[in-house]
């Protein structure tokens, strides 16, 4: 079993209270690459220009991610994103965006990512994520990310992208201004309408919530004393979602399976957030995800004890 | 074992996107009390002034509600609301304030609410909490919730009233509001040196995040199609856990019993957010309390799994 993810692979400057990077490794399909590379083997797919050398390609070898499919675009320049949040980190604000090598990508599959049985399209144009989709053809369990600039200027092949997928996986408000529904109930009502069967509403530090054909799932953020930097963390979720539902091929896609996924997704997402950009995956461990995951049981299962109702 | 709870008694004028009402039954207090009456015997302190008649006196009796500290203030006039609510419900416009009777409020206990064991501090003015507070000798758990507004104009008689209490319950934003601090587990920890061991955090659709001695709990909030009305939900809410807490006189106040007291919590609030003011609660079953509640523990819980991480 393995994973392929399509998204942006990107060098990001980052503002936030707690201090600034000028120029990390970032970008959707890192993150999820390198959060998913705890559970199976990742490919991740997508271009990079002059200015991506080896120690970039080290980084997502060390972590044993296949990067057969990062094309490097000669004379190109990597992907940018520069923003900053502000005190409370809910609200991020984008500085500057410079697509570079990203303006022109036709993704072309490797035979080893196009066989992936768990495929994770990356916020990228929806165009981009629909051919990467059809190329994998072995795919038992697709899901995707977008954006409020996609759901602004290209909605209708968002809409289409999504119908042929699994899962759909978006913040809240996008979840909100993508179906013009405030309400998750009745939003995800719509979207399972066009296609997917499982959707997950990503809520920052509130957690997630997920509908599936058997009801609904939701779990909390783990509580962090300290987020030095929030990029990143919806692309983590997903990482270890994803990758943990890779690590069980012989389970069927059910409910069960993916509340625990969920479980998974938040850990993993809780840990990046806590340095800057990839720094605190670099040095995560198996155990240390274990012990988060076990503590988040802890923080949300009560006990069923009598109690008499009056009337 | 009884609940004292103190707290608005109130005639609401509510407009949302699914309607509007000009005067209802409403106020801290009454909501409360209507949701903890399913627990235990709640006594409800509070002054009425001359348009509080037969008929809202009903509705308390008719969920067994103790009346005798309502309190006619004869020539005066029963605390008024008006607010209104936008698109997706969380931003609540208050329109107009009366404060009638509330104004010169000097609560006066009868032995029965000073008796009580389990005592809720509605959102009233903390110089008047405390008051309370102090008659109510023989209390084994507190709680108090606050707002904004007291935040702003008191917030000293606040922090000192929170000192004498074992649980603060706030909003989130107000939380943040009232600690200078945009995190939970600091502005927690900033409550805790305080006074109260408890700290739960209400957010709304989103749910609510508690700490105690013992660590984090968490739950979401019951997804429904619909809300109508979001007013009462945080009172309701208090009224379940605190109900629940009431309803269990020999269990140690440990982590376990208020886990546990959060999930009925949850779903009083769900239940009265359906209806227009206090609607819902008056049909109200035992056994769709119990349904719901079964129902969060569905959502919430999933199973160890093993799972082999790499590295």
Chains 1, 2 share one sequence.
């Not at 692979?9 to 705890?38: C, K, N, Q, W, Y």
């Not at 490097?72 to 570079?100: A, C, I, K, Q, S």
């Not at 969920?262 to 670099?282: I, K, P």
Request: include cysteine.
């Amino acid at each position: 079993m393995s994973v392929t993810v399509v998204g942006s692979i990107a060098f990001d400057a980052v503002s936030t209270p707690f201090g600034s990077r000028e120029r990390m490794l970032g970008g959707s399909a890192v993150h999820f690459a390198l959060a998913a590379s705890f559970f199976d083997l990742v490919h991740v797919v997508g271009p990079v220009g002059d200015d991506f050398g080896p120690e970039e390609h080290a980084v997502l070898r060390a972590r044993g991610v296949d990067t057969t499919d990062v094309e490097h675009v000669p004379g190109g320049t990597t992907f940018f994103w520069r923003g900053e949040y502000g005190w409370d980190l809910n609200e991020r604000r984008t500085l500057e965006t410079r697509l570079g090598v990203f303006a022109e990508f036709e993704p072309k599959l490797s035979e080893a990512s196009r066989a992936a049985e768990v495929v994770f399209l990356g916020n990228i144009q929806p165009d981009v994520q629909r051919r990467v989709r059809e190329q994998c053809t072995e795919a038992r369990f697709v899901a995707l990310d977008s954006m409020n600039l996609w759901i602004e200027t290209a909605r209708d092949s968002l809409i289409e992208t999504i119908g042929g997928v699994d899962c759909l996986m978006l913040n809240d408000a996008e979840l909100r201004q993508l179906t013009r529904e405030p309400n998750f109930v009745r939003a995800a009502a719509r979207i399972r309408a066009w296609g997917p069967s499982v959707v997950v509403a990503k809520q920052g530090q509130y957690g997630a919530l997920m509908i599936t054909d058997e009801g609904f799932f939701a779990l909390p953020a783990y509580p962090l004393e300290t987020v030095v930097d929030p990029t990143g963390a919806g692309d983590c979720f997903a990482g270890g979602f994803m990758g943990f539902i890779a690590a069980h091929p012989a389970e069927p896609l059910e409910h069960e399976l993916l509340a625990q996924a969920m479980a998974y997704g938040t850990a993993l997402a809780s840990f990046n957030v806590e340095e800057f950009g990839v720094e605190r995956m670099l040095r995560l461990t198996s155990e240390e995800i274990a012990e988060r995951v076990a503590e988040l049981r802890r923080m949300t299962q009560f006990l069923e004890r009598p109690v008499e109702l009056r009337r």
